[in-house]
C-alpha cells in the first residue's frame, strides 16, 4: 500500500464514526503503536496542506476537546485574523467557506450537522488531529492554550508572550497582554478578564459561553481597543456596551451579541462602516440607523422598532446575503417599503423575516419581488400571503432547500409546483382555508425533503417521499394515508386527526389504523394523534410508538 492510499484508509478510520465520545473510546483502547502510526500518517497530511490550510487549521487548536465549533463563527475569525485574503472576486466570507470545506474533504475536520436539514453547520476536531494541531501550534507559538483540566501549553511559572491566546479554565493574570492579537476564552468558569487597557494590539476579543466571579464583566474601555476587527460575546452574560463604541472601533468586522443580557445596541453601532457580521438575539433591541452599514454581509436583529427608517435603509445593504430580521408589528406601507428594499438586495442567500404578533397577519406585494437565483433559505413567518407567489417555483428558485410561509388559499397545484424544486428539505406550509387540501404526493415529487409540515392531509403514494424523517400533518378518517411500507427513513410522525361528522367508532378504527401501519412500518416511526374538533381539540392522545 503507497503512503497516499494508506494516509486515506488511516483517515477514513477515524472519520467513519461522527461520534466523538465513541472515537475517544476507540483511542483509548488502541495500541500505542498503532496510535504511532496513526498520528504519523495524519502529520504527512498536516504537511500536504498548502500554507492557507495550514493557518486555518492550526487556529482550530485553540477549541476545546470535543466542542461544536459553528462554522459561520469561526469563518470571521479567520477573516478578522486575516487569514482570507481580501479585495478577490468574491468576498472574503466565501472564499474562507471554501478553505472550510477543503479542510473537511481532506479528512482533517469532520463536518456536523445538528438537525436534519443542515440548518446548524458546524464541525469538530478528533481528539488525535486536536492533540497534532496542538503540538504542532505550540512549536511554532501560533496559539497558546490555557486548558486547566484537558491540556496546558502553557506554565503559570513561566512569563509567556502569547500571539492568540485560548482560555478554557485557569488563571491568566501570569500573562503579558501586550504582544496578544486574539483572545479566545470559551466555555471558562469564573473568568477574570485581563484589563482590557493591558491590550495594545488586540484584533479578536472572543467571551463565549463564560462565567464571571461576583462583580461581572467590565467592558469600561472597550473604545480603547481600536484595531478590533471580531468582537462576540456569544451565551455570556454582559449586559451594556459602551454608548461610543461606533465611534472608535472603525476597524470593526464581526460584531456578535447572540444570547447576552445586553437590552440595547447603541445608536452608535450605525457608524460601523467596515462591519461585515452583526448579530443580536431575542432580548436585544437595535436603537441606530443601519444605511451607513454598507459592507454588512450577514444581519440578524430581532427588535428593530426603534431603528429610523430600517424599511427604507435595508435597500442600502446591497451586499447582504444573510439576513433574519424580526419586526414587532410593520403596518402596510413600511411592508411595501421592505419588499422594495428585498429588490436591491441580488446577492441573498437565506431570508428570514418573522413578525411577533399574536396572530399571523395578512400581507400583498410579495409579488413584485423577485428573490435572487442563490436564495436558498426563505422563511416568512407570521404573515399571510393571498396566495403562493407566482416565483415561488424551480426556475426561480433552482437551489432552495429550506422554505417557510402561509397563505390564505392554497390549492393541489401548488403542491405540484413545490414538488419540483429538486434541492428543497425542509417545507412548513400553513393554508388558512376552512376547508383542509387533501394532496397526494407522486413518486417525482419533492424527491429529498427530510421535514414536512402542513396543515394540510398528506397521502403518500408508493414511493414517494423517499428521504423524508419528519411529517407532520392532517389526516382523514377513514382514508389510508399510506404510511405502512412507504417513506423508508421516516422517524417522526404526527397526525391531526379531524373529528368532526365522524362516529367515534369511524375515529378509533383510523387510529388503531395508523399505529398498526407505523408499527408494521420497515423503520417503526414515533407516532402521535391529536384528535381536533374544528378549531377545538377534544382530545390529545400522547400515544408513542416506540418499538
Not at 442563490?374 to 416565483?391: D, F, H, T, Y
Request: net charge negative.
Amino acid at each position: 500500500m503507497n503512503l497516499t492510499s494508506k494516509r486515506t484508509s488511516l483517515n477514513q478510520r477515524w472519520m467513519k464514526d461522527n461520534s466523538s465520545t465513541s472515537c475517544k473510546n476507540s483511542s483509548q483502547t488502541r495500541d500505542n503503536e498503532a496510535i504511532h502510526n496513526t498520528r504519523q500518517i495524519l502529520s504527512f497530511s498536516y504537511y500536504d496542506l498548502p500554507y492557507h490550510l495550514k493557518t486555518c487549521l492550526l487556529h482550530l487548536s485553540g477549541y476545546p476537546e470535543d466542542y461544536f465549533i459553528l462554522k459561520n463563527r469561526v469563518i470571521w475569525k479567520w477573516v478578522a485574523e486575516g487569514f482570507i485574503p481580501m479585495d478577490q472576486k468574491i468576498s472574503a466570507f466565501e472564499l474562507g467557506q471554501s478553505y472550510y470545506n477543503d479542510l473537511i474533504n481532506r479528512s482533517m475536520i469532520q463536518s456536523i450537522e445538528q438537525d436534519s436539514i443542515g440548518m446548524i453547520d458546524g464541525c469538530r476536531v478528533h481528539d488525535i488531529v486536536l492533540d497534532l494541531i496542538r503540538t504542532l501550534s505550540s512549536e511554532v507559538n501560533f496559539v497558546t492554550t490555557q486548558d486547566k483540566v484537558q491540556y496546558n501549553t502553557c506554565s503559570p511559572s513561566t512569563s509567556i508572550i502569547a500571539r492568540r491566546l485560548a482560555i478554557h479554565g485557569g488563571s491568566v493574570e501570569h500573562m503579558d497582554m501586550g504582544h496578544v492579537r486574539s483572545f479566545n476564552a470559551i466555555c471558562s468558569v469564573d473568568l477574570v478578564l485581563p484589563p482590557l487597557l493591558s491590550f495594545k494590539v488586540l484584533r479578536v476579543l472572543v467571551l463565549e459561553n463564560c462565567d464571571f466571579p461576583v462583580g461581572g464583566c467590565h467592558l469600561d474601555h472597550l473604545v480603547k481597543l481600536v484595531q478590533l476587527r471580531y468582537l462576540g460575546m456569544m451565551g455570556t452574560p454582559v449586559t451594556e456596551l459602551p454608548s461610543d463604541i461606533g465611534h472608535h472601533l472603525k476597524f470593526l468586522q464581526t460584531l456578535n451579541m447572540e444570547g447576552t443580557c445586553i437590552k440595547e445596541l447603541p445608536s452608535s453601532i450605525g457608524e460601523l462602516t467596515k462591519l461585515m457580521c452583526m448579530r443580536a438575539s431575542e432580548g436585544t433591541r437595535m436603537m441606530g440607523r443601519i444605511g451607513k452599514l454598507t459592507s454588512l454581509e450577514e444581519l440578524e436583529l430581532r427588535h428593530v422598532d426603534k431603528s429610523p427608517d430600517l424599511t427604507t435603509e435595508l435597500g442600502k445593504l446591497t451586499q447582504l446575503r444573510v439576513l433574519k430580521i424580526c419586526f414587532d408589528e410593520m403596518d402596510e406601507s413600511a411592508h411595501r417599503a421592505l419588499v422594495k428594499s428585498l429588490c436591491n438586495l441580488l446577492r441573498m442567500q437565506t431570508l428570514e423575516i418573522w413578525f411577533e404578533q399574536d396572530e399571523s397577519v395578512q400581507v400583498d406585494g410579495w409579488e413584485e419581488w423577485a428573490p435572487p437565483s442563490e436564495l436558498r433559505q426563505l422563511s416568512l413567518s407570521g404573515i399571510i400571503l393571498p396566495r403562493r407567489p407566482s416565483w415561488m417555483e424551480s426556475s426561480c428558485l433552482p437551489h432552495i432547500s429550506y422554505l417557510w410561509f402561509e397563505v390564505e388559499e392554497l390549492e393541489a397545484q401548488d403542491l405540484a409546483i413545490l414538488g419540483r424544486l429538486k434541492s428543497l428539505r425542509f417545507l412548513y406550509l400553513a393554508d388558512e382555508n376552512e376547508d383542509t387540501l387533501s394532496y397526494t404526493v407522486g413518486s417525482h415529487e419533492f424527491q429529498n425533503l427530510t421535514y414536512l409540515q402542513a396543515n394540510i392531509a398528506i397521502v403518500c403514494a408508493e414511493g414517494a417521499l423517499l428521504m423524508l424523517e419528519e411529517l407532520t400533518c392532517y389526516a382523514s378518517v377513514g382514508n389510508d394515508v399510506g404510511l405502512a411500507g412507504n417513506m423508508p427513513f421516516l422517524k417522526d410522525v404526527c397526525y391531526s386527526l379531524n373529528c368532526y361528522g365522524c362516529s367515534g367508532k369511524e375515529v378509533d378504527g383510523t387510529e388503531v389504523a395508523l399505529r398498526q401501519a407505523a408499527e408494521t412500518h420497515p423503520n417503526r416511526p414515533k407516532l402521535k394523534i391529536c384528535r381536533f374538533l374544528e378549531e377545538y381539540m377534544c382530545d390529545d392522545s400522547d400515544d408513542e410508538n416506540d418499538s
